[in-house]
C-alpha cells in the first residue's frame, strides 16, 4: 500500500509566523509531488508542484522536496488569517502518469 | 482563468438509483480525473481517462461505475446502482501533458 502521511494537525500559528508543513510518502519511485489547499466543503486548490530535490519559491510558499528521505514539506511565510484551511499533500506514484494519493491533510489555523 | 466545472453541485438520490455526475474539464486539457472524498477522509482517486479509453482505475471504481466523454467537452462519471457507502463529494479533475491537476468544484452525493 502507496501511503502518504501528514500530521493532522491542527497546526495553530500566529500571524505573520511561518508555518511548516510536513509529508513523508512510502513509494521510493515516487516523481511528481504537490501541494493543495482545501477549504471545508471545497475541492482542492494547487499551490505548489515540485518535481525534483531542493527548494522552490513561489510567493510566500516554498515546497522542499528530499527523495532520499522520502520528505516534501512547505513553507507558508507572513501567514495570514486567510491561509487557515487543510493542506493536502499529494504524490504521483512509481509506475503511475495517471493518479494522485493523497494524504489526510494538516489542519492550518492562523490566529489574528 | 481556465476552470473546471461540475454539475450539480448536489444530488440526493435513493439508494439502487443512476447517477450521473457531470464535468466540463478545462478546454485545452488532454487527461481527465474523478476522485471522491467520504466526508472527513482523504481524497481518493477513482479513474483517470485519456484518449477516449480509461487510463488507470482504482479497487473502487468497480463495475458500478463508469465514464464517457459524449461530446468534445464533457465527461461523465456514471454510478449505475448507488449504495449509501457512495456518499461523497466526487471531484473532477483535468490536467495537460505537464500533469498538474486542476480540480473543479465537486459534486456532494448523498444517498438515502
Known amino acids: 500500500q502507496k501511503e502518504v502521511e501528514q500530521n493532522s494537525g491542527p497546526l495553530s500559528v500566529p500571524e505573520g509566523a511561518i508555518a511548516s508543513l510536513n509529508c513523508t510518502y512510502s513509494?521510493?519511485?515516487?516523481?511528481?509531488f504537490f501541494w493543495y489547499r482545501q477549504y471545508s466543503g471545497k475541492s482542492p486548490e494547487l499551490i505548489m508542484s515540485?518535481?525534483?530535490?531542493g527548494d522552490k519559491e513561489d510567493g510566500r510558499f516554498t515546497a522542499q522536496l528530499n527523495k532520499a528521505s522520502q520528505y516534501v514539506s512547505l513553507l507558508i511565510r507572513d501567514s495570514q488569517p486567510s491561509d487557515s484551511a487543510t493542506y493536502l499533500c499529494a504524490v504521483t506514484p512509481g509506475g503511475s502518469n495517471y493518479k494522485l494519493t493523497f494524504g489526510k491533510g494538516t489542519l492550518l489555523t492562523v490566529n489574528p | 482563468e481556465p476552470e473546471v466545472t461540475q454539475t450539480p453541485s448536489h444530488q440526493v438520490t435513493q439508494m439502487g438509483q443512476e447517477v450521473i455526475l457531470r464535468c466540463v474539464p478545462i478546454?485545452?486539457?488532454?487527461?481527465f480525473y474523478w476522485y471522491r472524498q467520504i466526508l472527513g477522509q482523504k481524497v481518493e482517486f477513482l479513474v483517470s481517462f485519456y484518449n477516449n479509453e480509461i487510463s488507470e482505475k482504482s479497487e473502487i471504481f468497480d463495475d458500478q461505475f463508469s465514464v464517457e466523454r459524449p461530446d468534445g467537452s464533457n465527461f461523465t462519471l456514471k454510478i449505475r446502482s448507488t449504495k449509501l457507502e457512495d456518499s461523497a463529494m466526487y471531484f473532477c479533475?483535468?490536467?495537460?501533458?505537464?500533469?498538474?491537476?486542476?480540480f473543479g468544484p465537486g459534486t456532494r452525493l448523498l444517498v438515502l
Open positions: 513509494d521510493r519511485g515516487s516523481q511528481s
Open positions: 478546454s485545452n486539457h488532454l487527461y
Open positions: 479533475a483535468s490536467s495537460d501533458r505537464e500533469g498538474t491537476q486542476y
Open positions: 515540485i518535481y525534483s530535490n
